[in-house]
């Protein structure tokens, strides 16, 4: 099954930190920058696993580091505009549900509501050599339209995820907003 590692749990609640902080643009504290030490106090975390994935997470764009006395990192952009999507993929690489979609592949169309007829149909494209993929079934395998279905929506359910959400910074949206969001 889909878990999400530990790593990245622990990414979430580390950008999480620094979200309620107020520590991005248009944040309640925009110039202010979240000590690794003192996330890693509040959270009870080891300091050298802390300090190496906001390490990564600076890499990545996704926050700034200030050196120095009072340094410490901040976001890079508002947390309504960092998406899970981005998060899993600094800490784990480029989702990828089963061998046969890749990140360089275009993704799969999406259904259609209302069936086509058989003129109207998309043709098939090329099957795409066995050497390419770790599957020797690619040629004619029949789920792999299917599965490249499931991989794009789980994709878009990723990005649609944004830290504000993860951070509980938008519990002070409009009801409006979580009307159709079942928790």
Known sequence: ???????ADYAVF????????????????????VSA????????????????????????????SVRGLKGGYRLVR??????LGQILEVIEGPFQLVDCVTAHEPAAPKPSLLPLSPSQQPRPAAPA??????????GFCPTKTPMRIVHTRITDMFRSIRL??????????PAAAHA???R
């Open 1 to 7: 099954m889909l878990r999400i590692s530990k790593k």
């Open 14 to 33: 580390l950008l999480g930190c620094i979200a309620r902080q107020g520590a991005y643009p248009g944040g309640s504290a925009p110039d202010a920058v």
């Open 37 to 64: 030490q003192e996330i890693a106090k509040t959270a009870s975390l080891n300091k050298s696993v802390v300090a190496n994935l906001l390490k990564e997470f600076s890499r990545a764009g996704i926050l700034e």
């Open 78 to 83: 508002a947390p309504r505009d960092i998406d």
């Open 129 to 138: 050599p066995v050497a390419d993929h770790a599957c020797g079934l690619i």
């Open 164 to 173: 504000d959400e993860l951070s509980g910074l938008d519990a002070h949206a």
């Open 180 to 182: 159709g969001s079942h």
